[in-house]
């Protein structure tokens, strides 16, 4: 049997899914990993065999242009971003090559993206067994908890139901535009689906999320198939990166990163190299990305090291504080390191990953638009001095390393899909009935949403 793996084609996601992909290759499994031509660097480091997708709609280079419209953007301006250029067009691509792809490849079954919506409908229609795995934030609709693209708090009560489903109500609202092509799809190919409910095309054999359970808020995703499992990086298969060790000094670092996408956003670059001017026992090390060039951060002083791209889980290994986008892979990451945070959540899921570093105590959470020098030295000295955040950092590295979250996951890949090695057969699929497919989700409640 030969599984594929599909993610958004974007670091953030393809970390985490080509180590799961590596892992279950490492058991003797048959994978291959399916993206657009610009990945086949990306894919071919981590050592899997790679089988590009959508080269008419996206030849190579178009993901570059796309990469660095969205580091210039912020807030619902680059969320509306992703889910117009990265998520519609990229999903309708995917809908009219897809299929030959997979035949031709030889893929007998799938793992996707939660975070690229609606592809499931090709498998479902090819009858073809497929799981979910949620590389960035789960997104829950169910209104348990805050929607991921909201910074709001864990609480419970109805007052707070309500707010958490008009937060599920704006964020459909936001990805109609998807919603439109899938339903499109779902009509030329005879699927019919329940769209007043959002979970209704959930993978009715495994919902995987590498967010700890001891990071994530109170309330689960309450849905059968929905299982934690934990980080997935094992620190090997990433591209090398040409990093000067030698300019290390062995002063405690300070490592900051905007992440791969939003790294474009210069003034918070500048903000940090004007707070480290204070810090003369502290090293700050800045990886700005591949759209800023580190000239246009003007003169920084001695303990400040800028750089396009790091190491990082090698740099956070080392490190004292993270100064973090709030991307889940970086945070996990920071996690598995002990490492305490100082979280600017820009966009996208950050906002929620923010909202639980803030509720597990283990980083301080500002908003970028106040991210002047001056509040980044007082939250620097906040992290830096209150051992609260190291004790709650260590907890949850210790519940990490506990968890294997990797293992984790190739377990469930395995019992739920009955992935043995060597096996030539597909698991047997879920219940049909006629084209509908009767998945294991629940309805989102009694709350009527316009779509």
């Known amino acids: 049997m030969r599984i594929g793996f599909l993610s958004l084609p974007v670091p953030g996601h393809l970390n985490p899914m080509t180590a799961l992909a590596r892992k279950l290759q490492s058991r003797g ?13 990306f894919v071919e480091a981590a050592g899997l065999p790679f089988v590009s997708v959508s080269e008419t709609a996206y030849p190579a280079g178009s993901l570059g242009k796309l990469v660095r419209r969205l580091s210039e953007l912020s807030g619902e301006e680059a969320l509306r971003f992703t889910v117009n250029s990265m998520m519609k067009g990229y999903t309708a691509s995917l809908f009219e090559s897809l299929p030959d792809t997979l035949s031709r490849a030889g893929v007998d079954g799938l793992v996707l993206d939660q975070y690229q919506p609606y592809v499931e409908l090709i498998p479902m229609h090819l009858r073809m067994p497929f799981v979910h795995v949620s590389n960035a934030l789960h997104v829950d609709y169910t209104g348990r ?4 693209f909201a910074d709001w708090p864990y609480e419970t009560g109805v007052d707070v139901l309500a707010r958490n489903m008009e937060g599920v109500r704006r964020a459909r609202i936001l990805l109609e535009p998807v919603t439109a092509t899938a339903q499109a799809y779902a009509k030329k190919v005879g699927l019919s689906v329940d769209w007043n409910n959002p979970h209704s095309t959930l993978s009715p054999f495994a919902w995987i999320t590498q967010c700890p359970k001891e990071f994530d808020f109170g309330s689960a995703p309450d849905f059968p198939q929905f299982q934690y499992a934990g980080p997935f990086h094992d620190g090997r298969g ?21 992440g791969t996408l939003q790294n474009g956003l210069t003034d918070i ?32 002083s001695a303990n400040v090291l800028v750089v396009n791209q790091a ?39 950050q906002p929620g990953v923010a909202a639980r570093i803030a509720n597990k105590k283990v980083g301080v959470v500002i908003s970028p638009d106040q991210a002047t020098p ?23 590295q ?22 043995k090695r060597g096996s030539k057969g597909r698991p047997k699929p879920p219940p049909m009935h006629g084209n509908i497919l009767i998945c294991c989700s629940q309805p989102v409640g009694d709350l009527a949403i316009d779509l």
């Open 29 to 41: 499994h048959d994978v291959v990993f399916l993206s657009l031509a610009d990945v086949a660097p």
């Open 145 to 148: 908890t805050p929607i991921c």
């Open 238 to 258: 990433r591209m090398d990166f040409d990093f000067p060790w030698q300019k290390l000094t062995g002063k405690p670092i300070v490592y900051a990163s905007m």
């Open 269 to 300: 670059f500048r903000s940090i190299t004007q707070a480290a001017i204070g810090f003369k026992e502290l090293q700050f090390v800045l990886a700005v990305g591949g759209q800023l060039d580190p000239k246009q951060l003007g003169d920084v």
């Open 311 to 349: 190491p990082q889980i090698e740099i956070l290994k080392r490190s004292s504080l993270c100064i973090t986008h709030a991307g889940l892979n970086t945070v996990l990451e920071s996690l598995s390191s002990g490492v305490p945070m100082l979280a600017l959540p820009i966009t996208n899921d």
């Open 374 to 396: 001056e509040n980044f030295v007082t939250a620097i000295k906040q992290v830096l001095g209150d051992s609260t955040f190291w004790d709650n950092v260590r907890r949850v």
């Open 398 to 419: 210790k519940a990490i390393r506990s968890a294997e979250g990797l293992s984790v996951a190739a377990d469930i890949l395995e019992e739920h899909l009955n992935w």
